[in-house]
């Protein structure tokens, strides 16, 4: 069964970088695509961007100067880096599994992440 | 970017037929394919796919759940709906990336 799940600092300072680890076990990420998905207080829910199977990269035009999403095929993780963090970046983060056409079969946990100083 | 727009909330007494409805700024349909999907999520818990390219049941989901619509406008229904399925509930299109977006989320009241 494939299992996500999420890690890394609970609270960032403003105009850091957020980093975030998904660790997923039961299936390898050079199959399908993983994804980073982001839900607001007040339940607004936001794609942020995925990476594939080969490594290539799709990102939301809304965070394309800040976003980095990497991997390390060896350890079966993917990685989030939200760069010039501000309060507007608080949010539950959630790592999920998609396919090429686009929907979310499998979620991590997610992980709550406050930008405050 | 596409935006999908769905009712905040809505209420229905156990073991009646919840309908909620997701609308697209443009069409989501490429061919016979219908790219919205939907998700339910309670509170503390991770969001759940409910249904894929609009009508087929994800693995594991009840029946009682079935979703439809094509182009612009999209339903998802409960039927009958049961005390479990108090949540918030998300459509989402895959029809344009990027972005992929999300609507609102509707709020699943009981009456």
């Known amino acids: 069964e494939v299992q996500l799940q999420e890690s890394g600092p609970g609270l960032v300072k403003p105009s850091q970088s957020l980093s975030l680890t998904c660790s997923v076990t039961?299936?390898?990420?050079?199959?399908?695509?993983w994804g980073w998905i982001r839900k607001f207080p007040g339940n607004k829910m936001e794609w942020m961007g995925y990476i594939s199977y080969s490594g290539s990269t799709s990102y939301n035009p809304s965070l394309k100067s800040r976003i980095s999403i990497t991997r390390d095929t060896s350890k079966n993780q993917f990685f989030l880096q939200l760069n010039s963090v501000t309060t507007e970046d608080t949010a539950t983060y959630y790592c999920?599994?998609?396919?090429?056409?686009?929907?979310?079969?499998?979620w991590g946990q997610g992980t709550l992440v406050t930008v405050s100083s | 970017d596409i935006v999908l727009t769905q009712s905040p909330a809505l209420a229905v007494s156990l073991g009646q037929r919840a309908t909620i409805s997701c609308r697209a700024s443009q069409s989501v349909s490429i061919s016979r394919y219908n790219l919205m999907h939907w998700y339910q999520q309670k509170p503390g818990q991770q969001p759940k796919l409910l249904i894929y390219?609009?009508?087929n049941l994800a693995s594991g989901i009840p029946a009682r759940f079935s979703g439809s619509g094509s182009g612009t406008d999209f339903t998802l229904t409960i039927n009958p709906v049961q005390a479990d399925d108090i949540a918030t509930y998300y459509c989402?299109?895959?029809?344009?990336?990027?972005?992929?977006?999300f609507g609102g989320g509707t709020k699943l009241e009981l009456k």
């Open positions: 999920a599994r998609t396919l090429v056409n686009g929907w979310f079969a499998y």
């Open positions: 989402q299109q895959s029809r344009e990336s990027p972005p992929w977006t």
């Open positions: 039961g299936y390898s990420i050079t199959s399908n695509y």
């Open positions: 390219r609009a009508s």
